[in-house]
């Protein structure tokens, strides 16, 4: 006899796997959590995760929800985010801002993946929980600013230094 536990357990992760099925263009990340790498190519991951990435003090203004709060790359990286939260968020990018703006900057479009190079208008769509994003391409240095179109005012944003 299976023990309502492991009956819970189960359909839990059943749950889970429709969810990410329901994510266009998200990836279900493998029991470890990890995120697969692109065609064998490393891939560094900015977490998503607005219970457990604290606010601190950016360039930018007030940033949360994302680790690292200030992630540096030089071009030609790939990045994706990983949404470790239990909860969907985005990450969009906030178009020609060098602070945060006070109120959002987003529009539902946020709620669509679209992108692939970092100086281009993205958005890794409606992330849910356990989910990774497309992967973007660091085409061009600079400094690129985003958030996340649920919990803006969390704060959850952050900034992404390319050169």
């Keep these: 006899m299976v023990s309502p536990r492991v009956l819970k357990r189960v359909a839990s992760g059943a749950a889970a796997l429709l969810l990410n099925a329901c994510t ?55 990045l994706r985010f990983v949404n470790s939260d239990g909860f969907a968020h985005t ?14 900057p987003f529009s539902v479009a946020a709620q669509t993946q679209s992108g692939s190079a970092l100086s281009q208008n993205w958005s890794t769509g409606t992330l849910a929980a356990g989910v990774a994003s497309q992967t973007l391409t660091v085409d061009r240095a600079g400094t690129y600013l985003f958030g996340c179109f649920f919990h803006y005012g969390g704060p959850m944003r952050a900034e992404i230094i390319a050169h």
């Design 24 to 78: 266009p263009g998200g990836i279900a990340l493998p029991p470890g959590g990890a995120a697969p790498p692109a065609g064998g190519a490393a891939v560094q991951t900015i977490d998503v995760n607005l219970t457990l990435n604290a606010d601190s003090q950016t360039a930018a203004g007030t940033s949360g929800g994302y680790a690292p709060a200030v992630t540096n790359v030089a071009v030609g990286t790939t």
């Design 91 to 104: 990450a969009t990018l906030i178009s020609g801002a060098t602070t945060f703006p006070a109120g959002s």
